[in-house]
């Protein structure tokens, strides 16, 4: 298993956009949830987005309306759409993957796999 890639971090003014990509490795013998979470300087680390194997997708509620989570299949790459920015979003946000065995398939399948983080500055 190849863990998760960011970017798209960056410093951004309040009220402002970003769009953050993950590249994600995957097989075809294997499902996958796949997440952003983020961490700000001294709090835990928090899921903020999920999209799950079946399409139906789940927003923290301090992003709900302005972060958007999407996945483009051809390019294996995890997107989040970050609008209406404020300060408290400034974390390192990270990518994560949870891949379950499809029914009838053998082969490792890895949950809680996660990328070494991008970060994301919003100033006042």
């Known amino acids: 298993q190849v863990q998760p890639v960011e970017s798209g971090g960056g410093s951004v003014q309040a009220g402002g956009s970003l769009r953050l990509s993950c590249v994600v490795s995957?097989?075809?013998?294997?499902?996958?949830?796949m997440s952003w979470a983020r961490q700000a300087p001294g709090g835990r680390r928090e899921l903020i987005a999920t999209?799950?194997?079946?399409?139906?997708?789940s927003y923290d509620d301090s992003v709900k309306g302005r972060f958007t989570i999407s996945l483009d299949n051809a390019k294996n790459t995890l997107y989040l759409q970050m609008n209406s920015l404020k300060p408290e979003d400034t974390a390192m946000y990270y990518c994560?993957?949870?891949?379950?065995?499809?029914?009838?398939?053998?082969?490792?399948?890895?949950?809680?796999?996660w990328g070494q983080g991008t970060l994301v500055t919003v100033s006042s």
């Open positions: 999209l799950f194997n079946n399409g139906r997708m």
């Open positions: 994560k993957t949870d891949a379950y065995p499809r029914l009838g398939h053998s082969g490792t399948c890895t949950l809680d796999a």
């Open positions: 995957t097989y075809t013998h294997c499902m996958y949830d």
